[in-house]
Structures are given as structure tokens and as C-alpha cells.
């Protein structure tokens, strides 16, 4: 793939629910940002990104509506939605417009209003004649998955806890993040209320209200501007059979993970993931997903995620912090998340992730995760390719 | 005592709206199949996996499937929860009633799993592994909550 | 957008491709209908399944009434552990992204597929849920009513004109870096969205439309438009929007108009712009040299466009 | 088979900054808003957030209407009959309900707004706009 770099990014301050602002003007205090992030105005933009689930909110082609909040009319426009992937997604096409040579700089923007819809429903309106009738949105559907996987591994309730800790108290060091927990414990976690057996409040992920951007710039100008940028080295995105019952996409197999993780690897020439990234930002929509996460990324062999959990190895001292930035854990605007994984990874290779910058970090991970068995995985470097 | 809050206005608008699926020929006749109690998966010629639901296409293999075989309505708890949390059902947008049983049952005769209600009445009998057998409702109309839930069998 | 610098875009053949007949209710669902114009696609392309890969495929949501309506395909446009993208906006916006694929040099080969069942709901009263929810939704306005809007200022009518009969349909298409002899190839492209509110925008242009193709224009070096095309294949919904065409691309007056038959006899929602693009590519196969341009659009009024060049070799 | 599967669920929609305001003069004073963007000059009618020209955050309101021409009407069948409405004072259309005997809706015809008795600070608070001198 022709080189790419992304040049600048900005967010919102993610919150359970923003009723002062549309969803244009949510996503103009994203882009904004970002365009100062990346020293631009909004004409030296060729082509725009967005990212969104346009069922939680009940619309069609939201995009004809939102785009002028990020400077779109008049631009080349489109949309991706593939649920938790569509920010990773988003941020792809971005990579591959960039770097197509139609045009020079490209914005990325994802957003969600989870507060104007009803997410959990929406996630539930799948196949009218086989699990309408009883599709219970994430919750069950990760408890399902949960619950083989604890039996597979051997993973405890407590080694899922110290995940949702890690992530909250991660996000204290965030403005952006939506829940700041700065002194979460292992007991809080166990005590929230039971969602879907084992799955505690504290163990999933919020639905946040958010935007966020990134910017992308062609390799010939991203090096006009200077060294100074998060290059892309490797994109990988797999989509896998879309039933809940088809079984090679939970937990336990996450074969689309694999397989993308796989393929991007081979792309940037990663061979010991633990040792050559120096930071992670994952798509962990639920605690115990982030530890069958660190198995389908190998970061460890399987049944050895709590091995990594119990030691620190990716608290932000470990040898690999995984998501500074608190997470998907603690912010989920979903059309945004995939977006803010690409963002914050990006922050820590050019140094501006101020309380959560991990020191020195040259090679990063992002990924995308979508329930219904997509996936991507992104690797990026503060050298160009 | 608190400032008082600028006003915020909203727009509510309720969507009402009603589609017309189809639902394709090996589904068409698994519903006919199943207003008789009846259950059955269609078989990929390349890799044998019985699929359910049935399916026009293996993606694993990208072929055409026509091949049917008979599935049991008992098979094997391979994976179960409790959801605690009341969702608005899209079909009625009325809350849907919680606690509920959730399971994902490999069905003897089919290679992939089925999504169904739990009975719950016994919670400390459901676990990785066990029997559960699905619980008709008295008249069949073919569609899948035909089967009211699976329950645990001795 | 004008940079002299930037190299021109690297040529993608379009390989082959094939569509289901438009049919007021197709019986069939959504995968069944679409696997015909997949297998139809690749049979035309003579590419094997293992050949493509990536897929680009267009749905809408609401559309389909189904959350995340790409996951009704996944199986049967073959994505099963590839890079898939969905874009939830017309094919023809799928089939430039395929092209951006293509050229950034992340795919060789990929399939583009669109799919859309008029049949499951009434269309216009959908396309409420598509214009925006504070100043026009509560009004009852939909896309019939901006394009009646432009049609009184085009045609001095007092309601819309004649409407396209919207049906169902699928359509494939396969794009590859790899150019057979005899091809058509894509040179250009251009996709573009213009103000939402329609009366932030002149309603008697298609100047969305004329800086779309600006731009495939450029890639594609056309130079004199009024010449450069032996074919032009729009996706006009309504008898007033093909003087929009005429003028916004500023093609010759002679330049023949939708020789496939276009689209007033029977379309489908998202798939028309793919279907203009086979039409045109097929229009000049075999006669290199020939150009042809081929357009896709969407939203209210043509708010959203989208143009590709494709010239035969 | 063909099953017939409804989607009913509540969606509620921000107004946002701007919004807000636009509505609650339509409510409490019966006043019609248009957003003067301090760049470019446009005012933008109904007052929205971002100019309708060059895009920048707008914040500045001032009143238009509620008197202006009619740039372009239609019938949607069974929805009604719409028009865009240039108001004085604003350099974009609005686009509304006309109300009234049909056959007098011309381009270029003055109409004025007519305001709903019940108003929920919603854009139905404007009834439609109607011919001058029709008021009742």
C-alpha cells in the first residue's frame, strides 16, 4: 500500500449524553480540532470519511444531514457502517483514498449519538426470521461468548475486574474519556450490578455520546510538512460468517481477529507483537474481551491473557501499556471508537498524549472490533515506511 | 440552590414502519418444517458443516447448498447467561420482560448453534455441557418462537 | 483540488459485471437476489472466487430494515475472512472507493456490490428518516418532495414528473488493477455532496454533480467534454434531471443518452450508479479509444453525486 | 414467504445551540429567526448553526420574515403542498407548508407565515405560509 501518515487529530469530551448539540455540531468540535491538530483550515481538506451507525439513531444516510458539520458540502463525501469496526474502517478508507493519488489530505470522522436512540434495540433488529425474536443486543451476546471462553481459559470474574480497572483508571489521565474512575477496585467492579451473568455494569463498556477525527495526508504530504507524523504500515480488515451460532467468532477463536492480525503483522514486519509495539490501543467492548484480545493480537500464547493481567505487562508501566487512553471501557461512542483507537495511537507516536503518553513510543497497534464478526487491525510508526 | 438550566429543546419522532421480508427459499421451507415441530439444516457439499440457520451459500466454501438433513430438537448447552437488563423490543417498542435465560444450544444434527431463551426456572441446572431439549408452544406458526425456550433434560 | 504535481490515477479495467432484472418484488432474499449478480459478475469477469481480493458493497439500513444490512451478504459476495467495506451510500460511491483501493496498491481485484428492495417499504416515506430530523422531517418532507421542489424550478411543474419505477434488484461489478486486453478501464472518478437543506443550495443546478465530474474529469484528462464521450449513462430518477446532466457535465447535446435504456423503466434504491457503470463500460468495450461517463446519485435532489470515466482499450 | 416485521421505536433528536433558540422564538414570540454569519454576510434562514454559504460557526440572530417570495413550490401527494420560501431579510430559502387554495401558488408569489395556536417549540409551530392578505 502507497505510504500515508496521519497529521492530526482532535476529539470531543465523550459524555453519556450531549443534548446541547446537534449531531453536525458534535462532530464540527471533533473536526475543528483536528484541523488545528494538524495546523490546516477546513479548504485544504480534499475528502471526507464518516463513520457511523445510523440505526441507533434511527436515520438513513445520516451523512446528507451531519456533513457540513465537518466542512463537507461541496466535498467528496461517504459513510462506512460496520458497527464497531466502522471508525477502523472509516480511518482504512481514509488510508486508501490518501493514498490513491486522487487526493492529498483526507479527514476521518466518526461519531454516535447513543442518547437520541435506543443502541441496545438497534443492535437487536438482526435476520427477522431466525433471532429477532430473541436477540439481546451486546449483553447477551457477550455473556454467551464470555461464558465459554472463562470455561476455555480459565479465566476468573477477578482477572476480568482488574481489566475494567486498568481501563478506568487509564482514563483518569484522559479529558476526553467518558467514565474517569481514578480509584476503581477490583471489589467496585464485583459488587456493580449483574448485567448478564458473569457480565457486571462495571465490566462493559458505556454508550457514549462523541465524535472524532483524524487526518490523513498522502506520503508526499505528510513529508512536505516535516518528519514529525504517525505513518501507516500495515491495515487489515476481515469480515467472517455473520451469525451469532456460526462458531468461529467468539471468544474463544476470534478467527477474523486472527486473521487480520495476521495479515497486518506480516504487512509492518511484526513478529513478537508483545516486544515491538510499544503501545496498544485495542477495541475491548467488554472486559474479558480485552484478555481474548491479547490471545488473537499474540501477545501471548492462549489461555495466557491472565497471565498478562496479573503481572502488569500492559498497565501503563508494563512492558506493553494497552489503551491509555482508558479504552473503549470508558468511552464508546461506536462509530467514533474505532476512530478514537486510530487517534490515540496516533497521539502517542508523535508525543501530544500529555498525562497518557506512554515515553518514546515508535510503533503502535490500533483495532476494530465489530459483534457480528468483523474486525481490523492497524499498525503505525513514527518512521515512514 | 442551583442556577436554573438554559432550556434544551428536542425533536421527537417515532418511527412506525413496517418491511416486507422475504425470506428465500431454504428458509421458506425450514419455517414450514418447523409449524410441523419439525427441524432441518442444510448440508455444505465441500466442508459438511450442517448450517443453521439454513442458508443458500456456504461462505466458507463458496458453494451452493441444497443438501438437507434432519436436526433434533435436543442438543448441547454450549454456552449460557442471565440477562438482567430489559431491552425495548424493536418489533412492539415496549420493554421487553427480564430476567432472562439465554443459550446458544448445538442442536444434535447440526455443526452450528442456536440462540434461544433458557428456562430458568432451575438456574443451578444450567451449565457448559448439559441437555437441554426446546419446549413447543401447543400451536406452531412457524416461525422460531414456535419454541418457547430449552430446558434442561435429565 | 487542481495539483499539477499529482501523478494521474493508475487505470482499473472493470472486468465484468452483471445485474438481476429490476422486478417490482423479487420473491427472493436479499442474499438469493444478490448471489445471482455475484456468481453473474464473476462468470462475466472470468475471475474465480479466490481471485477477489476485497469487497466494497453498498447497502442502506433503513433500506433493508435490518441493522448492519451488509452482514445479510457477507456470505455471498465471498467475504468471509476478507477485507470487506460497506458503504451506505449509492454503488457508484462503492465502486470509487474499490477504485481508491485499487490505486493506493492495497488490492489487486475487487468486487463491488450493491443491492436494494424497494418492495420492503415505501421508499419516500424512508427517505424521511434521511433529511434532517429538526427542520424538515416533522414537515413530512422526503426526497419526492425536494426533487418536485427542483422540478417546478426546472420544468415549471406543479408536482414531480414522472418517477423512475423503483423495484428491486442486485448488482456486481469487478474492478482489477490487471488490465486483459480490450478492457474497459476507469480513468477518472469523482464523487461529491452538496448542501443538505434545499434551500441552502441553487435547486436549478446540479453543481454537485458538475464538480464531481470536474474532478473525474481531471484524472481522466478530459479536456473538451462536449466531445470526449461516444456514451453517457446517468441515473435519473425524474424526465427533468437529465437536462441537470447535460448541463452540470457539460457533455455535447449529441452525446447519446443512456443507449442501455436508463433507468425510467426500472430501478432499485443504491444500485442504480454500479448499474450505470456496466452499462457504460460494456456501451464502449471493444472500440478503443471510445470514452464513456457514468453516473451515480443520491439523497434529496441529487444532493449526492458521483462520476466515473471509463474508456476502452 | 413474505413476513410482514414493523420497527416501532421513539428517536429524539437534539436541537442543539442554535436550534433551541430558532425554536423557542417560533413558540414564545412567534418570531421567525435567520443566522448572520459574521464572515461572509449570509444570513442563513432558518437560523441553523453553521453558515449555509462558507460554513463557519454562526452566532449571531437576527429576525427575518415574517413576509418573503415564493422561489419554488410543489405537491407531494398525500404529504402536501411545500414550498421554499425566500424571506426578507434572509438570503436563503425556508422550506414550509403552503396553505391554501392551490391554484394560487405561483414563483414569486408573497406569502407570509401563519403560526400554529398550539406551539411546542417545534418547526410545525409555523402552520404555513400563506398569500398576503390571507391571513386570517
Same mark, same amino acid.
Given at each position: 500500500?502507497?505510504?500515508?501518515?496521519?497529521?492530526?487529530?482532535?476529539?470531543?469530551?465523550?459524555?453519556?449524553?450531549?443534548?446541547?448539540?446537534?449531531?453536525?455540531?458534535?462532530?464540527? #468540535?471533533?473536526?475543528?480540532?483536528?484541523?488545528?491538530?494538524?495546523?490546516?483550515?477546513?479548504?485544504?481538506?480534499?475528502?471526507?470519511?464518516?463513520?457511523?451507525?445510523?440505526?441507533?439513531?434511527?436515520?438513513?444516510?445520516?451523512?446528507?444531514?451531519?456533513?457540513?458539520?465537518?466542512?463537507?458540502?461541496?466535498?467528496?463525501?461517504?459513510?462506512?457502517?460496520?458497527?464497531? +469496526?466502522?471508525? +477502523?474502517?472509516?480511518?482504512?478508507?481514509?488510508?486508501?483514498?490518501?493514498?490513491?493519488?486522487?487526493?492529498?489530505?483526507?479527514?476521518?470522522?466518526?461519531?454516535?449519538?447513543?442518547?437520541?436512540?435506543?443502541?441496545?434495540?438497534?443492535?437487536?433488529?438482526?435476520?427477522?426470521?431466525?433471532?429477532?425474536?430473541?436477540?439481546?443486543?451486546?449483553?447477551?451476546?457477550?455473556?454467551?461468548?464470555?461464558?465459554?471462553?472463562?470455561?476455555?481459559?480459565?479465566?476468573?470474574?477477578?482477572?476480568?475486574?482488574?481489566?475494567?480497572?486498568?481501563?478506568?483508571?487509564?482514563?483518569?489521565?484522559?479529558?476526553?474519556?467518558?467514565?474517569?474512575?481514578?480509584?476503581?477496585?477490583?471489589?467496585?467492579?464485583?459488587?456493580?450490578?449483574?448485567?448478564?451473568?458473569?457480565?457486571?455494569? /462495571?465490566?462493559?463498556?458505556?454508550?457514549? $455520546?462523541?465524535?472524532?477525527?483524524?487526518?490523513?495526508?498522502?506520503?508526499?504530504?505528510?513529508?512536505?510538512? @516535516?518528519?514529525?507524523?504517525?505513518?501507516?504500515?500495515?491495515?487489515?480488515?476481515?469480515?467472517?460468517?455473520?451469525?451469532?451460532?456460526?462458531?468461529?467468532?467468539?471468544?474463544?477463536?476470534?478467527?477474523? /481477529?486472527?486473521?487480520?492480525?495476521?495479515?497486518?503483522?506480516?504487512?509492518?514486519?511484526? +513478529?513478537?507483537?508483545?516486544?515491538?509495539?510499544?503501545?496498544?490501543?485495542?477495541?475491548?467492548?467488554?472486559?474479558?474481551?480485552?484478555?481474548?484480545?491479547?490471545?488473537?493480537?499474540?501477545?501471548?500464547?492462549?489461555?495466557?491473557?491472565?497471565?498478562?493481567?496479573?503481572?502488569?505487562?500492559?498497565?501503563?508501566?508494563? #512492558?506493553?501499556?494497552?489503551?491509555?487512553?482508558?479504552?473503549?471501557?470508558?468511552?464508546?461512542?461506536? @462509530?467514533?471508537?474505532?476512530?478514537?483507537? %486510530?487517534?490515540?495511537?496516533?497521539?502517542?507516536?508523535?508525543?501530544?498524549?500529555?498525562?497518557?503518553?506512554?515515553?518514546?513510543?515508535?510503533?503502535?497497534?490500533?483495532?476494530?472490533?465489530?459483534?457480528?464478526?468483523?474486525?481490523?487491525?492497524?499498525?503505525?510508526?513514527?518512521?515512514?515506511? | 440552590?442551583?442556577?436554573?438550566?438554559?432550556?434544551?429543546?428536542?425533536?421527537?419522532?417515532? /418511527?412506525?414502519?413496517?418491511?416486507?421480508?422475504?425470506?428465500?427459499?431454504?428458509? $421458506?421451507?425450514?419455517?414450514?418444517?418447523?409449524?410441523?415441530?419439525?427441524?432441518?439444516?442444510?448440508?455444505?457439499?465441500?466442508?459438511?458443516?450442517?448450517?443453521?440457520?439454513?442458508?443458500?451459500?456456504?461462505?466458507?466454501?463458496?458453494?451452493?447448498?441444497?443438501?438437507?438433513?434432519?436436526?433434533?430438537?435436543?442438543?448441547?448447552?454450549?454456552?449460557?447467561?442471565?440477562?438482567?437488563?430489559?431491552?425495548?423490543?424493536?418489533?412492539?417498542?415496549?420493554?421487553?420482560?427480564?430476567?432472562?435465560?439465554?443459550? &446458544?444450544?448445538?442442536?444434535?444434527?447440526?455443526?452450528?448453534?442456536?440462540?434461544?431463551?433458557?428456562?430458568?426456572?432451575?438456574? $443451578?441446572?444450567?451449565?457448559?455441557?448439559?441437555?437441554?431439549?426446546?419446549?413447543?408452544?401447543?400451536?406452531?406458526?412457524?416461525?422460531?418462537?414456535?419454541?418457547?425456550?430449552?430446558?434442561?433434560?435429565? | 483540488?487542481?495539483?499539477?504535481?499529482?501523478?494521474?490515477?493508475?487505470?482499473?479495467?472493470?472486468?465484468?459485471?452483471?445485474?438481476?432484472?429490476?422486478?417490482?418484488?423479487?420473491?427472493?432474499?436479499?442474499?438469493?437476489?444478490? &448471489?445471482? *449478480?455475484?456468481?453473474?459478475?464473476?462468470?462475466?469477469?472470468?475471475?474465480?472466487?479466490?481471485?477477489?481480493?476485497?469487497?466494497?458493497?453498498?447497502?442502506?439500513?433503513?433500506?433493508?430494515?435490518?441493522?448492519?444490512?451488509?452482514?445479510?451478504?457477507?456470505?455471498? %459476495?465471498?467475504?468471509?475472512?476478507?477485507?470487506?467495506?460497506? =458503504?451506505?451510500?449509492?454503488?457508484?460511491?462503492? *465502486?470509487?472507493?474499490?477504485?481508491?483501493?485499487?490505486?493506493?496498491?492495497?488490492?489487486?481485484?475487487?468486487?463491488?456490490?450493491?443491492?436494494?428492495?424497494?418492495?420492503?417499504?415505501?421508499?419516500?416515506?424512508?427517505?424521511?428518516?434521511?433529511?434532517?430530523?429538526?427542520?424538515?422531517?416533522?414537515?413530512?418532507?422526503?426526497?419526492? +418532495?425536494?426533487?418536485?421542489?427542483?422540478?417546478?424550478?426546472?420544468?415549471?411543474?406543479?408536482?414531480?414528473?414522472?418517477?423512475?419505477?423503483?423495484?428491486?434488484?442486485?448488482?456486481?461489478?469487478?474492478?482489477?488493477?490487471?488490465?486483459?486486453?480490450?478492457?474497459?478501464?476507469?480513468?477518472?472518478?469523482?464523487?461529491?455532496?452538496?448542501?443538505?437543506?434545499?434551500?441552502?443550495?441553487?435547486?436549478?443546478?446540479?453543481?454537485?454533480?458538475?464538480?464531481?465530474?470536474?474532478?473525474?474529469?481531471?484524472?481522466?484528462?478530459?479536456?473538451?467534454?462536449?466531445?470526449?464521450?461516444?456514451?453517457?449513462?446517468?441515473?435519473?430518477?425524474?424526465?427533468?434531471?437529465?437536462?441537470?446532466?447535460?448541463?452540470?457535465?457539460?457533455?455535447?447535446?449529441?452525446?447519446?443518452?443512456?443507449?442501455?435504456?436508463?433507468?425510467?423503466?426500472?430501478?432499485?434504491? =443504491?444500485?442504480?450508479?454500479?448499474?450505470?457503470? /456496466?452499462?457504460?463500460?460494456?456501451?464502449? #468495450?471493444?472500440?478503443?479509444?471510445?470514452?464513456?461517463?457514468?453516473?451515480?446519485?443520491?439523497?434529496? *435532489?441529487?444532493?449526492?453525486?458521483?462520476?466515473?470515466?471509463?474508456?476502452?482499450? | 414467504?413474505?413476513?410482514?416485521?414493523?420497527?416501532?421505536?421513539?428517536?429524539?433528536? *437534539?436541537?442543539?445551540?442554535?436550534?433551541?433558540?430558532?425554536?423557542?422564538?417560533?413558540?414564545?414570540?412567534?418570531?421567525?429567526?435567520?443566522?448572520?454569519?459574521?464572515?461572509?454576510?449570509?444570513?442563513?434562514?432558518?437560523?441553523?448553526?453553521?453558515?449555509?454559504?462558507?460554513?463557519?460557526?454562526?452566532?449571531?440572530?437576527?429576525?427575518?420574515?415574517?413576509?418573503?417570495?415564493?422561489?419554488?413550490?410543489?405537491?407531494?401527494?398525500?404529504?402536501?403542498?411545500?414550498?421554499?420560501?425566500?424571506?426578507?431579510?434572509?438570503?436563503?430559502?425556508?422550506?414550509?407548508?403552503?396553505?391554501?387554495?392551490?391554484?394560487?401558488?405561483?414563483?414569486?408569489?408573497?406569502?407570509?407565515?401563519?403560526?400554529?395556536?398550539?406551539?411546542?417549540?417545534?418547526?410545525?409551530?409555523?402552520?404555513?405560509?400563506?398569500?398576503?392578505?390571507?391571513?386570517?
Amino acid at each position: 500500500m502507497n505510504a500515508v501518515a496521519v497529521i492530526g487529530t482532535g476529539q470531543t469530551n465523550h459524555a453519556k449524553a450531549r443534548p446541547d448539540v446537534t449531531q453536525p455540531e458534535l462532530i464540527r #468540535e471533533a473536526v475543528d480540532a483536528a484541523l488545528v491538530d494538524a495546523g490546516l483550515t477546513a479548504d485544504d481538506i480534499d475528502a471526507v470519511v464518516m463513520s457511523n451507525m445510523e440505526m441507533f439513531e434511527g436515520r438513513a444516510l445520516p451523512e446528507l444531514w451531519v456533513a457540513e458539520g465537518a466542512y463537507g458540502t461541496g466535498k467528496p463525501v461517504f459513510k462506512i457502517a460496520t458497527g464497531g +469496526t466502522s471508525g +477502523t474502517s472509516a480511518c482504512i478508507a481514509g488510508f486508501h483514498q490518501a493514498g490513491s493519488g486522487a487526493f492529498d489530505t483526507v479527514l476521518v470522522v466518526g461519531f454516535e449519538k447513543h442518547s437520541e436512540g435506543h443502541t441496545q434495540t438497534g443492535m437487536a433488529l438482526v435476520d427477522p426470521f431466525w433471532d429477532r425474536a430473541v436477540a439481546s443486543g451486546a449483553l447477551g451476546n457477550f455473556a454467551l461468548s464470555i461464558s465459554q471462553y472463562m470455561a476455555e481459559r480459565g479465566v476468573t470474574e477477578e482477572h476480568a475486574a482488574q481489566v475494567a480497572v486498568k481501563a478506568r483508571r487509564n482514563a483518569a489521565n484522559n479529558p476526553h474519556a467518558h467514565l474517569q474512575m481514578p480509584d476503581l477496585t477490583i471489589d467496585d467492579v464485583l459488587k456493580s450490578r449483574m448485567l448478564a451473568e458473569p457480565l457486571h455494569l /462495571l465490566d462493559m463498556c458505556p454508550q457514549s $455520546d462523541g465524535a472524532a477525527a483524524i487526518v490523513v495526508a498522502s506520503g508526499d504530504t505528510a513529508r512536505k510538512r @516535516g518528519p514529525k507524523a504517525a505513518w501507516v504500515h500495515a491495515a487489515a480488515t476481515r469480515h467472517d460468517q455473520p451469525y451469532l451460532g456460526d462458531l468461529d467468532r467468539r471468544l474463544i477463536t476470534t478467527r477474523a /481477529l486472527r486473521s487480520a492480525a495476521a495479515s497486518a503483522y506480516a504487512q509492518a514486519g511484526i +513478529t513478537d507483537p508483545l516486544r515491538d509495539f510499544d503501545i496498544a490501543e485495542i477495541y475491548e467492548p467488554a472486559s474479558y474481551a480485552e484478555l481474548a484480545w491479547y490471545e488473537a493480537l499474540e501477545f501471548c500464547d492462549d489461555g495466557e491473557a491472565r497471565r498478562l493481567i496479573d503481572d502488569g505487562v500492559t498497565s501503563m508501566d508494563g #512492558e506493553l501499556p494497552v489503551n491509555p487512553s482508558g479504552g473503549v471501557l470508558s468511552t464508546n461512542p461506536v @462509530g467514533a471508537s474505532g476512530v478514537i483507537r %486510530v487517534a490515540e495511537a496516533s497521539l502517542q507516536l508523535l508525543g501530544r498524549a500529555g498525562d497518557r503518553q506512554v515515553a518514546g513510543a515508535k510503533t503502535a497497534l490500533a483495532t476494530g472490533y465489530g459483534v457480528y464478526a468483523w474486525s481490523d487491525v492497524i499498525v503505525l510508526r513514527s518512521e515512514m515506511p | 440552590m442551583t442556577a436554573a438550566k438554559p432550556e434544551l429543546v428536542s425533536v421527537t419522532l417515532d /418511527l412506525d414502519m413496517t418491511w416486507r421480508y422475504a425470506s428465500g427459499d431454504p428458509m $421458506d421451507r425450514f419455517l414450514n418444517g418447523v409449524a410441523k415441530g419439525r427441524l432441518e439444516a442444510l448440508r455444505c457439499p465441500e466442508c459438511d458443516t450442517r448450517y443453521l440457520p439454513p442458508r443458500p451459500f456456504c461462505g466458507r466454501c463458496n458453494v451452493a447448498m441444497d443438501e438437507w438433513g434432519p436436526v433434533s430438537d435436543t442438543g448441547t448447552l454450549i454456552a449460557w447467561t442471565v440477562v438482567h437488563l430489559s431491552i425495548i423490543d424493536g418489533r412492539t417498542g415496549e420493554p421487553r420482560p427480564s430476567p432472562y435465560g439465554m443459550g &446458544l444450544v448445538q442442536l444434535d444434527g447440526a455443526d452450528t448453534t442456536l440462540n434461544h431463551y433458557l428456562d430458568t426456572a432451575d438456574p $443451578d441446572r444450567l451449565s457448559i455441557g448439559a441437555r437441554v431439549k426446546a419446549v413447543w408452544r401447543d400451536e406452531l406458526r412457524g416461525a422460531m418462537d414456535d419454541i418457547i425456550h430449552f430446558e434442561v433434560v435429565p | 483540488m487542481a495539483d499539477a504535481s499529482r501523478q494521474r490515477q493508475r487505470d482499473v479495467a472493470v472486468l465484468g459485471g452483471a445485474e438481476t432484472e429490476i422486478v417490482p418484488e423479487d420473491l427472493r432474499s436479499i442474499p438469493e437476489m444478490v &448471489l445471482e *449478480a455475484v456468481a453473474g459478475a464473476l462468470d462475466d469477469a472470468a475471475v474465480q472466487w479466490e481471485d477477489v481480493d476485497a469487497i466494497v458493497t453498498a447497502s442502506v439500513d433503513l433500506f433493508d430494515g435490518l441493522t448492519a444490512s451488509s452482514i445479510a451478504v457477507t456470505e455471498v %459476495v465471498g467475504a468471509v475472512l476478507k477485507p470487506e467495506t460497506r =458503504i451506505a451510500a449509492d454503488g457508484m460511491a462503492a *465502486a470509487i472507493h474499490a477504485v481508491h483501493q485499487i490505486a493506493a496498491g492495497a488490492y489487486g481485484t475487487v468486487l463491488v456490490v450493491a443491492h436494494g428492495k424497494a418492495s420492503m417499504a415505501p421508499h419516500w416515506d424512508l427517505t424521511e428518516w434521511a433529511m434532517d430530523p429538526v427542520y424538515l422531517q416533522p414537515l413530512g418532507v422526503d426526497f419526492l +418532495t425536494v426533487a418536485g421542489l427542483q422540478a417546478n424550478l426546472i420544468a415549471d411543474s406543479n408536482r414531480v414528473g414522472r418517477c423512475a419505477s423503483l423495484g428491486d434488484g442486485a448488482c456486481a461489478v469487478v474492478l482489477s488493477s490487471s488490465v486483459p486486453s480490450g478492457a474497459a478501464v476507469i480513468t477518472g472518478t469523482g464523487h461529491d455532496l452538496d448542501a443538505h437543506y434545499p434551500g441552502d443550495r441553487d435547486l436549478s443546478t446540479w453543481s454537485g454533480l458538475q464538480r464531481a465530474a470536474g474532478r473525474a474529469y481531471e484524472q481522466a484528462g478530459v479536456r473538451d467534454p462536449a466531445t470526449a464521450f461516444a456514451v453517457a449513462e446517468p441515473s435519473c430518477m425524474f424526465p427533468h434531471e437529465e437536462g441537470l446532466f447535460v448541463e452540470a457535465t457539460a457533455i455535447g447535446k449529441n452525446t447519446p443518452l443512456s443507449p442501455s435504456g436508463g433507468l425510467m423503466e426500472g430501478t432499485a434504491p =443504491i444500485v442504480s450508479g454500479l448499474t450505470r457503470l /456496466l452499462a457504460a463500460a460494456r456501451a464502449i #468495450e471493444g472500440n478503443p479509444g471510445r470514452r464513456a461517463l457514468a453516473h451515480g446519485a443520491w439523497g434529496p *435532489a441529487g444532493q449526492g453525486h458521483a462520476v466515473a470515466i471509463v474508456e476502452a482499450t | 414467504m413474505i413476513l410482514e416485521g414493523t420497527i416501532r421505536l421513539p428517536f429524539s433528536y *437534539a436541537a442543539g445551540g442554535i436550534g433551541t433558540q430558532f425554536l423557542i422564538a417560533l413558540r414564545d414570540e412567534q418570531r421567525i429567526l435567520g443566522a448572520r454569519c459574521e464572515s461572509c454576510s449570509t444570513v442563513t434562514c432558518p437560523a441553523r448553526p453553521f453558515c449555509s454559504q462558507c460554513h463557519a460557526a454562526v452566532t449571531d440572530l437576527i429576525e427575518v420574515g415574517p413576509a418573503g417570495n415564493v422561489v419554488a413550490r410543489t405537491e407531494t401527494p398525500g404529504k402536501g403542498v411545500f414550498g421554499l420560501i425566500r424571506l426578507d431579510g434572509a438570503n436563503t430559502a425556508i422550506l414550509h407548508r403552503l396553505v391554501g387554495p392551490v391554484d394560487q401558488w405561483r414563483r414569486g408569489a408573497r406569502v407570509s407565515a401563519v403560526f400554529a395556536e398550539e406551539r411546542t417549540a417545534g418547526i410545525n409551530d409555523i402552520e404555513g405560509f400563506v398569500i398576503e392578505g390571507d391571513q386570517p
